[in-house]
């Protein structure tokens, strides 16, 4: 679990920079939002710009936030040092072979020899140990004995053996479930030129999309609209003058900040002189 740490304040302003582009760019959204709720006129509108001015400045929030951690794991980091020591003529020396691959075996090779001029031969005594980041430690003690002994010369030799790279297994994802949108209920919609065909939700939850037809006749319009409680009375949501067969009356739009309920929906065509020529009703169940 130390390696996390170290890696986080390794890259820690790579993070910060990150943190930051985000906490601008989420500060940015929100004063758009603020600016839109200021000028908007409809309740349905204000409703929506609020929702997502108070979202950005909360994940602006969460960014800082996010900076602060950073900046105290960062501090908490163990440092990484490095041992090493210098080995003495006659006295006790440890040695740190580094290694490159995951095991090495140290074999010792010992080879007796008799002592040369009569001169007064030393006994060495090898200890080996493996630090935990793999290296072989090898501690070379001389002794001086007083008596004549047969010379000891150690070579060692290491063999390294690379272990074979195991892919790691991960789990496939469960399959998505498949979204079934309901056919919805349709009041009033006798007429072609005005007909909803589908309410569906595939871009997520509380975001849907209203497909259907919308024949607008020369210099007029069509509009959708909404009943948000029983006191009020219907609700602006989109207009345009532009005929639809068959394709997306309502695109995407988000109802997140609607309490749950069911809520009188209907598509209003309407003349060049302002009357009303054609409608479609149904409910939109928000759950």
Not at 44 to 69: D, H, P, Q
Not at 135 to 142: E, L, R, Y
Not at 206 to 215: D, L, M, S
């Amino acid at each position: 679990m130390e390696i996390i740490p170290q890696l986080i304040a390794a890259n820690s302003y790579v993070i910060y920079a990150v943190l930051g582009l985000a906490t601008a760019y989420f500060l940015f959204v929100a004063l758009a939002a603020s600016r839109e709720w200021r000028r908007s006129h409809f309740r349905l509108e204000r409703i929506s710009a609020r929702g997502r001015m108070v979202g950005s400045i909360f994940r602006a929030i969460a960014c800082v936030l996010l900076g602060a951690g950073v900046f105290f794991i960062s501090t908490l980091a163990p440092a990484t040092t490095e041992v090493s020591s210098r080995a003495t003529a006659g006295a006790t020396g440890t040695f740190v072979l580094p290694t490159s691959l995951p095991t090495a075996r140290f074999t010792p090779t010992v080879i007796f020899a008799t002592p040369v001029g009569g001169a007064l031969p030393s006994t060495l005594s090898i200890i080996t140990q493996t630090a935990p980041n793999g290296s072989v430690v090898v501690s070379i003690i001389t002794t001086t004995v007083s008596a004549p002994t047969p010379t000891i010369i150690i070579s060692a030799t290491t063999t390294n053996t690379q272990l074979p790279t195991v892919a790691p297994i991960r789990p496939s994802p469960p399959p998505l479930p498949t979204l079934i949108p309901p056919t919805p209920v349709l009041v009033n919609c006798a007429n072609p030129r005005a007909q909803i065909f589908s309410i569906t939700n595939e871009a997520g939850p509380r975001i849907y999309t209203v497909r259907g037809n919308a024949q607008v006749e020369p210099d007029g319009y069509f509009k959708i609209e909404i009943i948000l409680s029983e006191r009020e009375q219907w609700s602006f949501l989109v207009r345009s003058t532009d005929s639809i067969t068959a394709g997306t009356l309502l695109n995407n739009y988000n109802f997140g900040s609607f309490p749950a309920g069911n809520y009188p929906l209907r598509l209003v065509m309407v003349r060049g002189d302002g009357n009303i020529s054609a409608m479609c009703e149904t409910t939109l169940t928000l759950t």
